[in-house]
């Protein structure tokens, strides 16, 4: 089984080392020592960890009913108006996510680079890579 430093998890998560250790630290995720003593997380803990994480940011957030379970909440950084479509860029942790939309949509919504907004991505067509 893979396991992760606390740096590589931290990664994963979208937090800090420093948060990551205090997790740790806390007993919220379980580690272990290799043998240079780095701490470990065990790949089937962090997987469970960064659910539990989800959820509970879901449960203290102001959640719509929707279908789109991929959420990316993030800053806007660009908004390109077009006389007819926008294109949208959200900057969401370490994800750049692209939309493009009508120029009326992005109007209603009122975006605006700095501003906070979420991208909703439902998609019948998603490619996993292995690293």
Do not use: C
């Not at 740790?24 to 994480?53: C, N, Q």
């Not at 959820?55 to 007819?84: H, M, Q």
């Not at 996510?97 to 605006?112: I, K, N, P, Y």
Request: charged residues 25%.
């Amino acid at each position: 089984m893979q396991s992760y430093t606390i740096g590589q998890a931290a990664r994963l998560l979208g937090v800090s080392p420093d948060t990551a250790r205090r997790w740790a630290d806390a007993g919220r995720v379980a580690t272990r020592r290799d043998e240079s003593g780095r701490r470990l997380i065990d790949g089937r803990d962090l997987a469970a960890f960064s659910v539990r994480l989800a959820r509970d940011a879901a449960d203290e957030a102001d959640v719509p009913y929707t279908s789109a379970r991929n959420a990316f909440a993030g800053i806007v950084t660009a908004v390109k108006l077009g006389d007819v479509a926008a294109q949208v860029e959200i900057q969401a942790g370490p994800h750049r996510l692209v939309s493009l939309l009508t120029r009326e949509a992005v109007e209603e919504l009122g975006l605006e680079v700095g501003m906070e907004a979420t991208a909703r991505v439902k998609s019948t067509n998603v490619h996993i890579d292995r690293t």
